[in-house]
């Protein structure tokens, strides 16, 4: 049984190894924050191996060389009640390395907050929800959910609030953990330096499905983010009632705009609720449902069919569709590019 549970334990381990995505490591920063992060752990874990060094050898030296001479004469050590000498160095030396700690943990933990940020960064306003992320550009008017696109090279502000419990926000190629807490806004400034994809995941546990609470952050060329902010800032693709095409889509938007998801989603034209995710361009996400999964057709039916099933103690509830309805659906939100 040992043996069984220790091979299943092999093949988790090598399912992570061979998993495709991003690796969320903090041993490979890729924006400035993440590296003062990263270069503040090397140095704490520089004087905690010396330190750890010096106890083992000074531990061990003494457990062979005393102990063999008590054996031998087979009486205790002499007991001595000062040393001065001794005592001042280990008062003093600890004191020197938790300062050696504490200048770099003081100075990384100011840099990472600066009181102001930088004239030219991109503002960038996350509203963590239970259970996903609303992400919001205020200077290019763009809604988006659950991914955020930062240019490469460029300062980011990014402004932290929760709508209900804390969150805390992580991506730890590119830093924090931040919390993001009710009633007050916490801020992140950083300069992501290497385009890519990178994984970010709520870090506070805030529920039923705080493991599920997912988001990914694309760091984009400064024209693949220009591309990206011009295709969100145009109006949806389709117009909200193209009132009699009898395509799946139109029958989708149809659907759409006379069902309850008006109640709680926007979609530009359409709908202007902001409890869930804004899916006026819901087709140019990469994920749905706080980023647990692709944004496949089949993923969206499954959701629609059931929202707790695929997410326990999801707000949105099942609403009770039927397969063609889910269908028409599918195909209207799959053609909000
Ligand atoms: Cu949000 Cu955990």
Known sequence: MNRLRGVGCLLLVLAGCGSTDPPMTTFAPKSDFAEWIHSLYLQ?????????????????????RYSTRVQAEGEAP??????????????????????????????????????????????????AHQWWWQVQYPDLEITTANEIHLPVGQPVHLRLASDDVIHSFWVPQLGGKRDVIPG??????????????????????????????????????PEQFNAWS?????????????????????????LYASSLCVTCHTIDGVSTQR?????????????????????????LAAWLRDPPEVKPGARMPNLGLSPQEISQLVAYLESLK
């Open 275 to 299: 409890v869930g995710p804004d899916l006026t361009h819901f087709a140019s996400r990469t994920t749905l449902a706080g980023g647990i999964l692709d944004n496949t057709p089949e993923h």
């Open 184 to 221: 007050h806004t916490n801020a992140i400034t950083l300069i992501p330096r290497v385009p890519g994809v990178y994984l970010g995941q709520c870090a506070e546990f805030c529920g039923l499905s705080h493991a599920n609470m997912r988001f990914r952050v694309f760091v984009d060329t």
């Open 44 to 64: 704490v874990i520089g004087w905690d191996s010396l330190i750890f060094v010096i106890v083992a050898v000074t531990t061990l030296l003494a457990l062979f």
């Open 78 to 127: 002499p007991v001595s009640h000062e040393y001065l000498a001794l005592e001042i160095a280990w008062t003093v030396g600890p004191a020197l390395v938790l300062l050696a700690i504490a200048i770099p943990t003081v100075r990384t933990t100011f840099h990472a907050q600066p009181a102001i940020a930088p004239e030219n960064a991109l503002e960038v306003k996350v509203t």
């Open 230 to 254: 011009t295709q969100q800032t145009a109006p949806a693709a389709v117009p909200g009632r193209p009132a009699t095409a009898a395509t799946p889509i139109a029958a989708g938007a149809r």
